[in-house]
């Protein structure tokens, strides 16, 4: 059996959640419990857990009995296990199954897959598959969480993370860029150099359900992970060392309402979000450290302190590539979207970036949804016009204004009061939406936009409560 067909298998088993009240964006979380005692079980690890909360114990419950120790097993790995992650992964547990012949229905479908085969294939890949899936669900919301496979893979082909090096995530939502980055380097090396000098991976994830989706799929990765659940514009991911490599998408919207106090070096004051993590994750690098960020179009254009961080970014980082996406991969945030990819110079550094190379993958590009999505052919050009070298310093070619790569200096860019949202080739006339036919598209795109007003709105309010503050 493939990684598609068993993720379909165990995905199947959510018919089961959904007769039983469960709300899609509930279900992984669900299944995740299920499947790692089964995993344990199936790979020899239950000495993780706590005598009385392995899988056997579970199944071997009458039908009377099964739902209420479920719940009593549940809490016990939540508190007693001794391993770290098993705790954080069971950590204030709650089962939503309100029958016991429902979760027994869960549990035999859970037994009755071709395990060995599964174990050949990899765990973690079948576990990113569910992910997938979850995240393709447009009811479920989980698209905020997940960005497209083939753009992933791209930004991490574009840094070449490697051996012995700290990678990180400070928006890590299922741990998708570390993923990637570790099964890339796995690529490139054999075990045992590996093993002599391994990455060393770390996430932040704010969202409970979600930090415990980025768990599972790192420890099934066996991948050598800190992971923070918090806030990484806070104080919470304090521990962290300096990472050489950070690669993220960080949560559109804006922030309004949050007493929490902010990290002190996030100079510029905001309530967008994108400026604030744009802000911490320069000051997390340390010198000749790289990243890759995928950021909204009006933090590229936005006046005022958006104007200054970028004024600020361009002096202490070599912003040396931006790649404007297609439309169509993010319906969640209903926003255009691009990647900008920079190199730290130093805290004190001035003018570090003299031009800026644009790759513009917008313009004149297919409409991408469910029955056109985007796959790893679609960068291909653009990694090629990119060059092999991590830093963006491969020798490059200016394409003119009718190619998709240029370059634009800092004086240019300086005369555009800062503005980096620059185009050149004629947009197609018609909108990417108007291609949509499948009722999930549709439904996501409606959403997006609903989610995008509401963002502004709230942009509006906290400058209004700001202004009024000043005035008082």
């Known amino acids: 059996m493939s990684i598609a067909a068993t993720s379909k298998r165990i995905w199947s088993l959510c018919h089961v959640l959904r007769d039983d009240g469960i709300v899609f964006h509930k279900y992984l979380s669900e299944l995740t419990y299920l499947l790692f005692l089964k995993v344990a079980f199936e790979t020899g690890k239950e000495e993780l857990l706590p005598e009385g909360c392995r ?3 579970l199944t071997a419950q009458p039908d009377s009995n099964m739902l209420s ?7 016990s790995l939540g508190e007693d296990a001794k391993e770290e992650i098993v705790r954080e ?5 709650t089962t939503v199954f309100n ?3 429902n979760l027994r229905k869960v549990v035999e479908g859970i037994d009755a897959i071709d395990w060995h085969e599964a174990l050949s294939d990899g765990l973690g890949a079948v576990y990113e598959s569910l992910l997938a899936r979850n995240a393709s669900e447009a009811r479920s919301g989980a698209g905020q969480y997940f960005t497209p496979r083939p753009l992933v893979d791209a930004m991490v082909r574009v840094l070449q993370p490697d051996l012995g090096e700290t990678i990180q995530d400070p928006a890590a939502g299922t741990a998708g860029f570390l993923i990637s980055a570790q099964t890339y380097i796995t690529n490139r090396h054999n075990s045992s150099a590996y093993a002599r000098n391994p990455p060393r991976f770390q996430a932040v994830e704010i969202e409970g359900d979600t930090y415990r ?3 599972m799929n790192i420890f099934l990765h066996g991948m050598d992970g800190r992971v923070i659940h918090g806030d990484a514009l806070t104080h919470d991911a304090e521990e962290l060392t300096s990472p050489d490599v950070i690669i993220a998408n960080p ?9 929490r106090a902010r990290r002190d070096d996030l100079h510029f004051r905001t309530s967008n979000k994108q400026l604030l993590f744009l802000q911490r994750i320069v000051q997390s690098l340390p010198a000749n450290g790289r990243a890759a960020v995928v950021l909204p179009d009006n933090v590229l254009f936005e006046e005022n302190v958006g104007r200054e961080i970028r004024n600020w970014l361009m002096d202490r980082c070599h912003l040396h590539t931006i790649l404007r996406l297609p439309v169509g991969i993010f319906y969640a945030q209903g926003v255009k979207t691009n990647v900008i990819f920079f190199t730290k110079i130093g805290e004190d550094a001035t003018n570090s970036t003299r031009e800026v190379w644009f790759y513009d993958m917008r313009a004149q590009m297919p409409s991408f949804n469910k029955t056109r ?4 052919e679609d960068f291909a050009l653009f990694l090629k016009a990119y060059g092999n070298d991590p830093y963006g310093k491969t020798k490059r070619n200016d394409e003119g204004e009718e190619g998709r790569f240029r370059k634009f200096t800092r004086e240019e860019i300086a005369e555009r009061n800062y503005n980096l949202d620059i185009s050149w080739l004629r947009e197609d006339e018609k909108d990417a939406e108007d291609d949509l036919i499948e009722i999930d598209d549709i439904a996501a795109a409606i959403l997006g936009h609903l989610r995008s007003a509401l963002n502004e709105i709230e942009a509006v309010t906290e400058e209004l409560a700001e202004a009024e503050d000043f005035e008082k």
Do not use: N, Q
């Not at 120790?69 to 809490?75: S, V």
């Not at 992964?89 to 547990?93: L, N, S």
């Not at 949560?251 to 007493?259: E, K, L």
């Open 89 to 93: 992964i069971f950590r204030f547990p």
């Open 213 to 215: 989706l980025c768990l």
């Open 69 to 75: 120790y479920y719940r009593k097993m549940l809490t």
């Open 251 to 259: 949560p559109f919207g804006t922030s309004v309402g949050g007493a």
């Open 373 to 376: 999505p985007l796959t790893d």
């Open 99 to 101: 029958h016991e012949e």
């Open 55 to 57: 899988w056997e114990d």
